[in-house]
């Protein structure tokens, strides 16, 4: 008896704090749907605040997707070759410069930000174009694309792979291309899936680094929850959720994969 | 034969190293020009200002930054508290039991993982703002309308929607961790579930509270979407930068400030990191 009195009473928390999450998400979804939110659903559904959004905000999808996947490839390029050469290499020297390159994790994006438009605020071609975005992505991004390879890296004896390869006359490059990256493409994946996820809904940064002319979506959103009524906050949300909650479910799977192996 | 092989080995040797330095070579440049160079720079327009080097005191000394300074590190440690005990409860609960719908009460704590601080700032907005559920039901049932969502109550909402879902995910995998023998030897001895739960349970779940607490803590010090959501008068020191730099374009201060803040993060996750041993970064 007393316990299924803890059972109930856990599960009704759990219930709660779930509810805490869920509601308000759910009610964003409701209001982007809704004809006028303040008399509530019976006013009627309608696609017309998605539609308004997809009018005024159409732009910012299309950049947030540009610099989502410019980011992807300059991670991808710096960063795998360098994951390989850090678990190769080992000692102290590859694990300061991992240390280094994870630092902008620990600062707020905040302080990023302010360096970058310190340094090269005053290149206003630079500054102006969307590529200053890219850069601060890239900067925010890189540790997660290195770790998530170098983790792979820690599974598999890369080193006797590398070796055998190399005894077996192929070049250094031959050996990178056709042996370790298929083997640490199940971590680059994963790095990839954080990138995009990450570059996606990026605002920290992208706030003090976007332009009238370089809004991407999140910074859209901040747009249309300081503005715009808020259905049309609501219906944008939901677009962004509907492109974000694909990405968020095939990192679940990944992680349950990795976990059941 | 075996001399030649010999030779191309060692030959492979050489190329190979280089190979390696060049691999890191992207990396070094990529990370050397967007990153260490900002950051110096940063810290050298930190000491530009009329006051000099002393201008990274004046988050201590001067009364309105020290004072915005004690608001954010409160908000922040209330936020590491009620989340950890939030997530504790739950995520203990999660582990321990297993019961229909049990994984989609799971996938619907963690889905909030990826929703930047904006999204959660409208999430607050819709909880908590002038047409929010809870100004609404408070109407229905007291005749006044609840609004809390533009104070600093509003952000500590945020920051608890933003915190559990990363911390119920590092609770949930310590308790799997737990070697349940220990409890049942504990409970044989005749200690009482809460005798249990405070010395034995407890105790060893204590290296993910540090390392989940120090993400929450960190990210809720230096967090900044939310914050601007929600309001721009609220008094916590990302604002307080952002306000500085764009609005009084006060460089040398932003600059110094955000220097510190920087260095308050790093340094509680990298003592979190120590403590726990496990790789910690903040988020948001």
Not at chain 1, 29 to 43: D, E, K, L, M, P
Not at chain 1, 92 to 102: F, G
Not at chain 2, 110 to 131: D, E, H, K, N, W
Not at chain 2, 234 to 255: C, G, H, K, Q
Request: glycine residues 8%; positive net charge; aromatic residues 10%.
């Amino acid at each position: 008896m007393r316990d299924r009195l803890i059972f109930a009473s856990q599960l009704v928390f759990t219930l709660l704090v779930a509810a805490f999450l869920v509601v308000p998400a759910g009610l964003s979804i409701v209001a982007g749907v809704t004809v006028n939110y303040f008399r509530g659903i019976q006013s009627g559904v309608t696609l017309q605040w998605v539609a308004q959004v997809w009018e005024l905000y159409a732009g910012t999808i299309a950049l947030s997707f540009l610099i989502a996947f410019a980011t992807l490839a300059v991670t991808l390029l710096a960063g795998v070759p360098a994951a390989y050469a850090l678990h190769v290499r080992g000692g102290r020297l590859s694990r300061a410069i991992e240390e280094l390159i994870t630092l902008p994790l620990a600062i707020p994006g905040l302080a990023i930000a302010l360096a970058l438009l310190l340094t090269y605020g005053g290149f206003s071609e630079f500054r102006r174009s969307w590529l200053f975005i890219l850069v601060g992505h890239v900067v925010f991004t890189m540790p997660f694309m290195v770790r998530s390879v170098m983790a792979v890296f820690g599974t598999l004896d890369i080193r006797t792979l590398d070796e055998g390869a190399a005894s077996l006359g192929a070049s250094p490059w031959r050996r990178f291309r056709d042996v370790i990256v298929p083997n640490a493409v199940p971590g680059i994946l994963a790095g990839s899936l954080m990138v995009v996820t990450l570059s996606l809904g990026e605002f920290n940064l992208t706030w003090m680094l976007h332009t009238p002319l370089t809004k991407t979506l999140p910074i859209g959103l901040a747009d249309s929850y300081a503005s715009m009524r808020l259905e049309v906050a609501s219906a944008y949300t939901l677009i962004f959720f509907i492109m974000i909650i694909p990405l968020l479910v095939a990192m679940q799977m990944f992680a349950d994969r990795e976990q059941a192996r | 034969m075996v001399p030649r092989h010999n030779g191309q080995g060692r030959h492979h040797v050489i190329s190979h190293r280089r190979f390696v330095w060049l691999c890191l070579l992207p990396l070094a440049v990529v990370t050397a020009a967007f990153f260490l160079l900002p950051m110096a720079r940063l810290v050298v327009t930190g000491a530009e200002g009329p006051r000099g080097l002393a201008g990274y005191l004046a988050i201590l000394v001067e009364p309105r930054y020290r004072a915005t300074l004690i608001n954010t590190v409160l908000l922040a440690a209330a936020t590491t508290v009620v989340t950890l005990i939030v997530a504790t409860i739950a995520g203990m609960f999660l582990q321990r039991h297993r019961f229909p719908g049990r994984s989609v009460l799971i996938a619907m704590l963690t889905f909030p993982l990826a929703f930047p601080g904006v999204v959660v700032g409208f999430m607050i907005i819709l909880l908590a703002g002038r047409q929010g559920l809870i100004g609404d039901v408070s109407n229905h049932l007291f005749g006044e309308k609840l609004v809390f969502a533009y104070s600093i109550y509003g952000l500590f909402l945020g920051y608890l929607y933003f915190s559990i879902p990363r911390v119920i995910l590092t609770i949930m995998a310590a308790v799997q961790k737990l070697d349940r023998g220990l409890e049942e030897a504990a409970r044989s001895l005749g200690a009482s579930p809460w005798a249990v739960q405070r010395d034995v349970v407890l105790p060893a779940l204590a290296p993910a509270f540090v390392a989940s607490g120090a993400i929450a803590f960190a990210t809720a010090m230096g967090a900044f979407g939310t914050a601007f959501t929600l309001a721009t008068n609220i008094d916590v020191l990302p604002m307080l930068i952002y306000t500085e730099f764009t609005l009084a374009a006060n460089f040398a201060t932003s600059a110094a400030l955000s220097v510190g803040l920087g260095l308050v993060t790093w340094l509680i996750l990298a003592l979190a990191r120590s403590f726990s041993g496990s790789a910690v970064a903040a988020a948001g």
